[in-house]
């Protein structure tokens, strides 16, 4: 069963297009991650957001928290071919050594120039 | 400073060989990771080391699949007479913390491209 919902799972756009993408539970997280995945590379972290309803603004990238803790969204504006990556969400359950990271399976973006 | 290292970065087996999977973490810190991405699948939790307790193994797909931690350092993962779908990216992370805390972030190597003919 997945945890994590991501959506879409691919998204093609053209530079300087705005999107989001989405990251949907039904299990409320005590944190979440957002990382960027290139290819041949591991995952980046981009992002940890803690507080419901919490935004935060990373240049061109907005994230958000959902106010019940069970839901994020990333939002680029003006999408740059560097963009291009596989984005990752990863939300905590649990707490001290029971803590475990529940990953989507990622939404891959293309931006083409 | 150095980051997450893994070897080899590529691994070409045939089916029923056993292979090994090294990870250096970055210096001093007490968690790592071990997880399997194959293409679609996201990333799939293998297992978890984290200073001197006992690792969480939960992740493990089968008694093929083992890991060391030697020193509280370098791991090792180990898998006995592979498979075909054994074959895909396993990524190593460590974390300074890895206790719970909400703040932890985990440093990924680039991964280990496995593929079993």
């Known amino acids: 069963t997945q945890l994590l919902e991501q959506s879409p799972q691919f998204l093609s756009i053209q530079e300087g297009e705005n999107l989001t993408v989405y990251c949907n539970s039904s299990?409320?997280?005590?944190?979440l991650q957002w990382y960027r995945q290139e290819p041949g590379e591991g995952p980046v972290l981009l992002v940890t957001?803690?507080?419901g309803g919490e935004v935060k603004k990373l240049k061109r990238l907005t994230f958000q928290f959902g106010d019940a803790r069970k839901d994020s969204s990333l939002h680029i504006t003006a999408a740059q071919p560097g963009d291009t990556g596989l984005y990752l969400c990863?939300?905590?359950?649990?707490?001290?050594?029971?803590?475990?990271?529940?990953w989507g399976l990622g939404t891959s973006l293309a931006v083409n120039p | 400073g150095a980051g997450v290292s893994q070897s080899p970065s590529n691994k070409v087996t045939e089916k029923g060989k056993d292979v090994e999977l090294r990870c250096d973490p970055i210096?001093?810190?007490?968690?790592l990771y071990w997880y399997r991405q194959s293409l679609g699948q996201g990333l799939e939790f293998l297992i978890y080391?984290?200073?001197?307790?006992?690792?969480?193994k939960s992740g493990l797909p089968s008694d093929r699949f083992s890991a060391e931690r030697t020193g509280g350092s370098v791991s090792t993962l180990t898998i006995q007479r592979t498979q075909q779908e054994d074959s895909a990216v396993y990524l190593c992370?460590?974390?300074?913390?890895?206790?719970?805390?909400?703040?932890?972030?985990?440093?990924f190597g680039p991964g280990t491209r496995l593929t079993v003919l």
């Open positions: 990863a939300g905590a359950l649990g707490a001290g050594n029971n803590r475990k990271l529940i």
């Open positions: 299990s409320v997280f005590s944190s």
């Open positions: 957001v803690v507080t």
């Open positions: 210096s001093g810190h007490t968690a």
């Open positions: 080391f984290q200073g001197n307790s006992a690792p969480d």
């Open positions: 992370a460590s974390s300074p913390v890895g206790t719970g805390g909400i703040s932890d972030t985990q440093y």
